[in-house]
């Protein structure tokens, strides 16, 4: 039987700050708990989200916190997310030709490549000109 786990993961342009969630599901149920986790986290910040159009991300059960606003990136333009390329640098650090025993060992090495994440490297993996034009515009 084969077991997954999803990883739900925010970066904050402007700073590098991070929060990264494991979750059992890919799901609106599991979109709801790392919305509320976030929000949760920073609860003084208002927060814009950039996502892609998952249809767990438009369901009408999405229950978005009022420090979040969503902005959805084009139909099919996983360039444009931002949060992709940390997706690339946490599989180029931690599960590039490599296999895993035990899922509790894929587990294990993501939250150990997650925790050695730089913020100045987050920072600079996520910056794109439009992402910050969101922030002058709101």
């Known amino acids: 039987m084969r077991e997954y786990r999803y990883c739900y993961g925010v970066v904050d342009a402007q700073t590098g700050d991070s929060f990264f969630l494991i979750a059992v599901g890919c799901n ?5 708990e790392f919305l509320r986790q976030v929000s949760q986290a920073y609860p003084d910040d208002y927060i814009l989200l950039v996502m892609d159009n998952a249809i767990w991300h438009k369901s009408s059960t ?3 916190p009022s420090n979040i606003d969503l902005a959805f990136i084009p139909p099919y333009t996983p360039e444009m997310n931002p949060i ?3 997706w690339k640098e946490i599989r180029k650090r931690g599960f590039k030709n490599k296999a895993f025993p035990t899922l509790e060992a894929v587990i294990d090495k993501l939250q150990e490549v997650i925790q050695g994440l ?4 987050l920072k ?3 910056s794109r000109q439009w992402t910050r034009l969101l922030f002058e515009y709101n």
């Open 28 to 32: 609106t149920e599991w979109t709801n």
């Open 62 to 64: 999405l229950e978005i």
């Open 84 to 86: 992709e390329q940390v």
């Open 118 to 121: 730089e913020k100045n490297v």
């Open 124 to 126: 600079s993996t996520v």
